[in-house]
């Protein structure tokens, strides 16, 4: 009989985990906790995070740490807009991502509570017949992403430093 593992695809939206943490606890999301909890169930095929580089060391340290624990960190320049505001999303990238990986995968990981992926999960889930997990702050991920969700896990104090 055989134990092995189902697998698994890692999407992390890093900004939206970052700001939603912060936001919901004042805190930081552990990534080694995170890593332990999901491999702990399945076998990792790909996990990447998307992130905004800035250049700063402080971010070049934390996508180091990323890249250490066993994630492929993808980066997109910030860009600042004349009028101060500034874009830097990767919803298109994680979600040809999630395409892609997720089709070879028998689970996807999302880690973001943007709606905007509600549409990605429902595609998974009832096209591809995957089973879609997401991860964020439940007062700040929107219901559509929940219920479009085979899973939705909470962040809560086991997934934060300190």
Not at 15 to 38: G, K, L, P, S
Not at 44 to 59: F, H, L, T
């Amino acid at each position: 009989m055989s134990t092995e593992l189902p697998s698994a695809a890692i999407f992390v939206d890093v900004q939206n985990i970052y700001y939603t943490c912060r936001e919901t606890f004042a805190r930081n999301f552990d990534y080694n906790a995170f890593w332990r909890e999901v491999s702990g169930q399945y076998r990792i095929e790909k996990a990447i995070a998307y992130a905004i580089d800035r250049g700063d060391n402080k971010q070049r340290e934390f996508q180091n740490i990323l890249r250490a624990i066993g994630f492929e960190v993808k980066l997109k320049p910030f860009i600042q807009r004349a009028d101060g505001s500034a874009k830097g999303d990767w919803d298109v990238g994680i979600t040809l991502d999630a395409i892609e990986y997720g089709s070879q995968t028998d689970t996807s990981i999302l880690l973001s509570g943007d709606g905007d992926f509600d549409l990605l999960a429902k595609k998974l889930r009832d096209e591809k017949n995957k089973r879609v997990e997401v991860y964020s702050c439940e007062k700040l991920t929107a219901a559509s992403l929940i219920n479009a969700a085979s899973h939705f896990r909470a962040i809560d104090e086991s997934l934060l430093l300190g």
